[in-house]
Every structure is written in structure tokens, then in C-alpha cells.
Nanobody, 121 residues
């Protein structure tokens, strides 16, 4: 069974930093893109940033150089360093990975359970 386990959320003040991490565990053939999405109360889930196994990055405009996504393929881990956090960054952050369970399976989306980030003074 494939699982994505997130860590690193919490409560911080505006301007502070947090690092989120997500590790894929279980049995699988390969992992494609990994990334982070977020969902604030009353809003739709939105892309934060993704990174392919080759290191190609896609990110939302609001990242604006504040957030950095990285990946350790050997450890099946994706991380998100968030600097200069703002109250509007408050949301549940979800890890996503495109995983192929076996050579006979198609790649599909897997999601973590989410980790809360709250930015407040």
C-alpha cells in the first residue's frame, strides 16, 4: 500500500519560515512528479509547486521566490521551504505524488492527509 506521510506544519508569525516534508512509503514501481497543494477554508485546493524526478519545477505565481521545492529521489521525499510567510498562506497543505504501483499499472495521483500551516500574529 502506498502512503504519503507529511510533516512540518504548525503555527508561525508573519515573516517566519517553515519547512514541510513528505515521504512516499510502501511498494511501488516508480514516482513521477511530486508536489504540494493547499486549501484554505472555503476555497478550492490550489497548486503550490511540483517537481519532476528530473528536477523540473512548476509553481504558482504567489510563490514569488518565497517558497522553494526540492526533492530527494533516493529517499522518495519532497520538501517545501516556505520563507516570508504571510497570513494568506494559512491553509492545509497536501502532498501529492504521481505513482506507478507496478510496471503493469498506470501512473495515478496519491495524496497525503494534509498538514496545517497557520500564519498569525
Amino acid at each position: 500500500q502506498v502512503q504519503l506521510v507529511e510533516s512540518g506544519g504548525g503555527l508561525v508569525q508573519p515573516g517566519e519560515s517553515l519547512t514541510l516534508s513528505c515521504v512516499a512509503s510502501g511498494s511501488f514501481y516508480s514516482i513521477g512528479a511530486m508536489g504540494w497543494y493547499r486549501q484554505a477554508p472555503g476555497k478550492q485546493r490550489e497548486l503550490v509547486a511540483t517537481i519532476t524526478s528530473g528536477g523540473t519545477i512548476t509553481h504558482a505565481d504567489f510563490v514569488k521566490g518565497r517558497f522553494t521545492i526540492s526533492r530527494d529521489n533516493a529517499k522518495n521525499r519532497v520538501s517545501l521551504l516556505m520563507n516570508s510567510l504571510k497570513p494568506e498562506d494559512t491553509a492545509a497543505y497536501y502532498c501529492n505524488a504521481r505513482i506507478r504501483r507496478t510496471v503493469a499499472h498506470m501512473e495515478r495521483d496519491y495524496w497525503g492527509q494534509g498538514t496545517q500551516v497557520t500564519v498569525s500574529s
